[in-house]
């Protein structure tokens, strides 16, 4: 019997057969990481992506706020330590993604910056070292934020804390908020939650100023020379808006005031007075200098677009009302809490406004030091050094003589600021601004809004607590 | 004269005790070191942590000893290649499934065991040709049984119920079958092959491959997988036996009209399987295009080829990969697994083996030419081996629809390990037969 020819071509056969798996395995192995392994839905990416060593986040003070551990299965979990520090930093999910400064800082917290030469990333996949992110450490004040959130208690709103005249962020609360560690199985509730947690105040939250324009109404008549030491009679009487009647924070017990004086009791009649006056293309030609039609951004984080959510343009329509209700801070126009607080701080700072910044320093995992990365300190100049010697000059004395009692019980020096109620629809915000100086030109400036309350005891008690706590910390 | 050749077959045989005993030592390196790495891993370096590679070196080294005592004069090849795979698989299936590791090792002695037996026992080749019916009657009763007392081992009654349960033992009357299947279709074959090759006068050679002696047990055997497909939903085993079939009547017959016609019913067949069963219909829309049902119907697929290309060139290493998102990995899917984690150099490596424990077989074949039944049952064993590789690892590539087959000594499973055992041991005593001039 002869087989060979037969099993030999069998042998042949069966060899192209192993010949084509091992040539498709290859095409995949070669191919594969590039094409099919990118699909959305490999869950190794989201696997790879869980095994990526976030580095922590500290506070300006070295303090640990987030940190990763890792599991058992190699993965790793990010751990946020302090509840007050939640809205500032954002989260980081599987799942949901990332936002706040887990989301501006993402790059640099999964090390994706890191330029790594041929061998570290040789050495990185053959032993299968995860990807390591660097530290960082953000301008944030674990003290001022706390104290901003406890003072806060069951308000919502938003506080902004700037340091001047660096433009460093030293707090940036927004409330109601989440909580991250817990942020996957909370989701679905927090989506449908009242007051949307996820909301950044702060950064996003496109407010109605109200009377908080008085202090670049203000700031403009003394840019335009209009003179503000002029006695008007009847300061107190209302200005009526539409349906909306805007009277003064605490009726004046004189009503024969000048507009500077008159600001301290947030009198809107004085300004209305001064809007007519001075007439719209100077309004709107202040504000713009102001810059309020470009609000300021932080590096990284989502702020919405300005000509979509702060309305600046004041220009009269055919409706003369329109225009009044925009430059008295009760029409189109909004603002964010840090735009009022950038602007708080150019008026402590000679008019120049800081540009604001949260990151601080950067440690990379495979180097000793902290290396700082304070983007260079530009300013904007926003009003002449007098103009702003003058506003501050009148936030003070408001605080010390105007309608709100509880700042007047303060024990800071130099400290000044205005306080300012604002409509929307049926519901109230109430505002405040203020600085603590230290010396020249230096010390905090912030802003804080409280919604669905005309409580300005409140909003001065809250933003006592914030200053002395701030003003106490950059000492 | 004599003496001088009686030392060279001395030197030769210690030379090949010595090539089969390096090539288990690097074997045991390996499986070591993978052991080593998973364990470190695992950060458990327990004594049961090691308990499974423990088991195969005793199994590789009590084999190893007993056929140089008893089949001296063996293929010094078959034991290393095999306890290298199944070494291979262990670690496989410790990694995948931890659960079924200690019962795989129980398994792997036993089926080491069984394969000395076969090997060992003299008979063994003779009581196979001689009780060729019984043994097929057995064989087909038990998978009869299947058919009315089959169950699963997962205890799903959806899953195929392919295997027969004694306690918490479950076993496969299909694998056993197609040993017997191959062991009797060589016995047949021994006896036809003389008309099949004979050159009659005034009658065509086409005409008499498809005489009813020649083609009908053809359309027996297919009638036969029909059926196991019919009632089993067995699609596997079905193309297998059908395929060992048609290439073992090719080999015997040396017709090309058999590959065809082969071919041919087994289109056929398909065609109408596609229409009749929702299952082979499944298997056949998810070959042709995975990707839309690529998180339904399609995910075993999908994660199978996702492992491919995850695994790179190198691999991610043992237990540094994701291979258990693949649903039954440590079954049908071992080799996307080992991909994942050995990369494209651990498939060369495992496809090499496979090639040349088939080449080797095909090889002990040829050495018996002139003992027909031999022969059949050298090439049988051989194609059986290397049809049931090719199944599934092209079948988890997408090269050819997916065939619930087991690959040979890696996956998990009792049965089919101790019939590639089995397997192994009858090419053993095969390839310990003297050549006849």
């Not at chain 2, 697994?337 to 651990?346: D, H, N």
């Given at each position: 019997m002869k087989l060979s020819l037969e099993v030999n071509r069998l042998a042949t056969g069966l060899l192209i057969a192993f010949s084509v798996v091992t040539i498709t395995a290859a095409y995949w192995a070669v191919v594969g990481p590039d094409t099919i392994t990118q699909r959305q839905d490999n869950p190794r990416l989201v696997e790879q992506e869980g095994q990526i060593h976030r580095g922590d986040i500290q506070d300006r003070n070295g303090t640990t706020l987030v940190t990763s551990i890792e599991n058992s299965d190699r993965s790793v979990s990010r751990h946020y330590l302090f509840p007050e520090m939640n809205s500032a930093l954002g989260y980081a999910s599987l799942?949901?993604?990332?936002?706040?400064?887990?989301?501006?800082?993402?790059?640099?917290?999964?090390?994706?910056?890191?330029?790594?030469?041929?061998?570290?990333?040789?050495?990185?996949?053959?032993?299968?070292?995860?990807?390591?992110?660097?530290?960082?450490?953000?301008?944030?004040?674990?003290?001022?934020?706390?104290?901003?959130?406890?003072?806060?208690?069951?308000?919502?709103?938003?506080?902004?804390?700037?340091?001047?005249?660096?433009?460093?962020?030293?707090?940036?609360?927004?409330?109601?908020?989440?909580?991250?560690?817990?942020?996957?199985?909370?989701?679905?509730?927090?989506?449908?939650?009242?007051?949307?947690?996820?909301?950044?105040?702060?950064?996003?939250?496109?407010?109605?100023?109200?009377?908080?324009?008085?202090?670049?109404?203000?700031?403009?008549?003394?840019?335009?020379?209009?003179?503000?030491?002029?006695?008007?009679?009847?300061?107190?009487?209302?200005?009526?808006?539409?349906?909306?009647?805007?009277?003064?924070?605490?009726?004046?017990?004189?009503?024969?005031?000048?507009?500077?004086?008159?600001?301290?009791?947030?009198?809107?009649?004085?300004?209305?007075?001064?809007?007519?006056?001075?007439?719209?293309?100077?309004?709107?030609?202040?504000?713009?200098?102001?810059?309020?039609?470009?609000?300021?951004?932080?590096?990284g984080y989502v702020i919405l677009p300005a000509d979509e959510t702060n309305q600046t343009t004041i220009t009269p329509t055919s409706d003369a009302s329109d225009y009044l209700a925009n430059a008295l801070g009760q029409g189109r126009i909004t603002v964010t809490p840090l735009e009022m607080a950038v602007f708080t701080a150019a008026i402590l700072n000679d008019g120049n406004a800081p540009t604001p910044y949260t990151l601080f320093q950067i440690h990379r995992s495979d180097r000793g030091q902290w290396i700082d990365a304070i983007p260079s300190n530009t300013t904007i100049p926003l009003m002449t050094a007098s103009v702003s010697h003058q506003v501050r000059d009148l936030m003070k004395i408001a605080l010390a003589t105007g309608a709100v009692q509880a700042m007047q019980r303060s024990e800071l020096d130099n400290v000044g600021g205005h306080i300012a109620v604002a409509y929307t629809g049926d519901s109230t915000q109430v505002w405040f601004i203020g600085f603590a100086g230290l010396q020249s030109n230096s010390g905090v400036a912030m802003a804080l809004v409280l919604e669905s309350t005309d409580g300005t005891d409140q909003v001065a008690e809250i933003g006592e607590s914030i200053l002395a706590t701030a003003i106490s910390k950059v000492k | 004269m004599l003496r001088k050749s009686n030392s060279t077959i001395q030197y030769n045989l210690s030379d090949q005790y010595l090539g089969e005993k390096i090539l288990l030592i690097i074997s045991g390196s390996f499986i070591g070191i993978n052991f080593l790495a998973l364990n470190l891993q695992r950060n458990d370096m327990t004594i049961s942590a090691w308990s499974h590679f423990g088991i195969w070196i005793l199994c590789s080294w009590f084999g190893n000893w007993l056929l140089n005592r008893f089949l001296p004069k063996r293929d010094h090849f078959l034991f290393p290649i095999v306890m290298f795979l199944t070494g291979w698989g262990l670690i496989l299936i410790d990694r995948l499934a931890p659960i079924f590791a200690e019962r795989q090792s129980v398994?792997?002695?036993?089926?080491?065991?069984?394969?000395?037996?076969?090997?060992?026992?003299?008979?063994?080749?003779?009581?196979?040709?001689?009780?060729?019916?019984?043994?097929?009657?057995?064989?087909?009763?038990?998978?009869?049984?299947?058919?009315?007392?089959?169950?699963?081992?997962?205890?799903?009654?959806?899953?195929?119920?392919?295997?027969?349960?004694?306690?918490?033992?479950?076993?496969?009357?299909?694998?056993?079958?197609?040993?017997?299947?191959?062991?009797?279709?060589?016995?047949?074959?021994?006896?036809?092959?003389?008309?099949?090759?004979?050159?009659?006068?005034?009658?065509?050679?086409?005409?008499?491959?498809?005489?009813?002696?020649?083609?009908?047990?053809?359309?027996?055997?297919?009638?036969?997988?029909?059926?196991?497909?019919?009632?089993?939903?067995?699609?596997?085993?079905?193309?297998?036996?059908?395929?060992?079939?048609?290439?073992?009547?090719?080999?015997?017959?040396?017709?090309?009209?058999?590959?065809?016609?082969?071919?041919?019913?087994?289109?056929?067949?398909?065609?109408?399987?596609?229409?009749?069963?929702?299952?082979?219909?499944?298997?056949?829309?998810?070959?042709?295009?995975?990707?839309?049902?690529?998180?339904?119907?399609?995910?075993?697929?999908?994660?199978?080829?996702?492992?491919?290309?995850?695994?790179?060139?190198?691999?991610?290493?043992?237990?540094?990969?994701?291979?258990?998102?693949?649903?039954?990995?440590?079954?049908?899917?071992?080799?996307?697994?080992?991909?994942?984690?050995?990369?494209?150099?651990?498939?060369?490596?495992?496809?090499?083996?496979?090639?040349?424990?088939?080449?080797?077989?095909?090889?002990?074949?040829?050495?018996?030419?002139?003992?027909?039944?031999?022969?059949?049952?050298?090439?049988?064993?051989?194609?059986?081996?290397?049809?049931?590789?090719?199944?599934?690892?092209?079948?988890?590539?997408?090269?050819?629809?997916?065939?619930?087959?087991?690959?040979?000594?890696?996956?998990?499973?009792?049965?089919?390990?101790?019939?590639?055992?089995?397997?192994?041991?009858?090419?053993?005593?095969?390839?310990?037969?003297?050549?006849?001039?």
């Open positions: 799942r949901y993604g990332v936002s706040g400064a887990e989301s501006a800082f993402n790059s640099i917290l999964r090390g994706d910056d890191l330029g790594k030469d041929f061998f570290d990333q040789l050495a990185g996949s053959l032993l299968h070292r995860a990807q390591r992110g660097s530290d960082i450490r953000v301008t944030l004040d674990l003290d001022i934020q706390k104290t901003a959130v406890d003072a806060f208690g069951n308000f919502h709103g938003s506080a902004v804390v700037i340091e001047v005249p660096s433009g460093a962020i030293l707090a940036m609360v927004s409330l109601p908020t989440f909580d991250p560690n817990t942020l996957d199985a909370d989701w679905e509730d927090l989506t449908r939650a009242d007051g949307n947690p996820f909301f950044n105040r702060a950064l996003q939250g496109g407010y109605q100023p109200g009377g908080v324009l008085q202090t670049p109404l203000l700031a403009a008549a003394l840019l335009a020379d209009y003179p503000i030491d002029n006695k008007l009679a009847n300061v107190a009487e209302p200005v009526q808006i539409d349906k909306l009647t805007l009277r003064c924070l605490e009726t004046p017990l004189n009503t024969s005031l000048s507009l500077a004086q008159s600001y301290a009791f947030g009198c809107p009649f004085p300004f209305e007075n001064l809007i007519l006056n001075l007439g719209s293309n100077r309004i709107q030609q202040a504000f713009k200098t102001f810059r309020f039609s470009e609000p300021p951004t932080l590096p | 398994w792997v002695t036993i089926s080491v065991g069984a394969m000395l037996l076969v090997a060992m026992f003299p008979h063994t080749l003779r009581w196979l040709r001689q009780y060729r019916y019984i043994l097929l009657l057995v064989g087909l009763l038990l998978l009869v049984g299947t058919i009315f007392l089959g169950t699963n081992p997962s205890g799903s009654e959806s899953a195929p119920q392919l295997w027969l349960g004694f306690g918490i033992v479950f076993f496969q009357p299909s694998e056993a079958l197609k040993i017997i299947l191959v062991a009797f279709l060589a016995s047949y074959l021994a006896e036809q092959y003389p008309i099949m090759r004979t050159e009659m006068p005034g009658i065509s050679r086409t005409r008499l491959m498809f005489s009813p002696r020649v083609f009908g047990p053809i359309l027996l055997m297919w009638g036969l997988c029909v059926l196991i497909l019919v009632w089993q939903r067995d699609l596997g085993t079905a193309i297998l036996f059908f395929g060992v079939f048609i290439l073992l009547l090719y080999v015997a017959s040396g017709s090309n009209l058999i590959l065809i016609s082969g071919l041919l019913l087994v289109i056929a067949a398909g065609l109408v399987a596609y229409r009749a069963f929702p299952v082979v219909q499944l298997r056949m829309d998810i070959w042709l295009n995975p990707w839309p049902e690529a998180d339904g119907r399609a995910f075993q697929i999908v994660q199978s080829l996702l492992a491919f290309g995850s695994g790179g060139i190198f691999g991610s290493g043992v237990g540094q990969g994701s291979p258990t998102y693949i649903p039954v990995v440590h079954s049908d899917f071992v080799f996307s697994a080992l991909s994942e984690e050995w990369g494209l150099l651990g498939i060369v490596a495992v496809v090499a083996c496979i090639v040349v424990l088939v080449s080797r077989g095909l090889q002990i074949a040829v050495r018996q030419q002139q003992r027909p039944f031999m022969a059949f049952l050298g090439v049988g064993l051989s194609v059986l081996l290397a049809l049931q590789s090719f199944m599934i690892m092209a079948g988890v590539l997408k090269i050819i629809p997916l065939t619930g087959v087991t690959l040979p000594y890696l996956s998990y499973g009792g049965s089919s390990l101790l019939a590639s055992f089995v397997i192994v041991g009858l090419l053993l005593r095969l390839s310990a037969v003297e050549k006849l001039s």
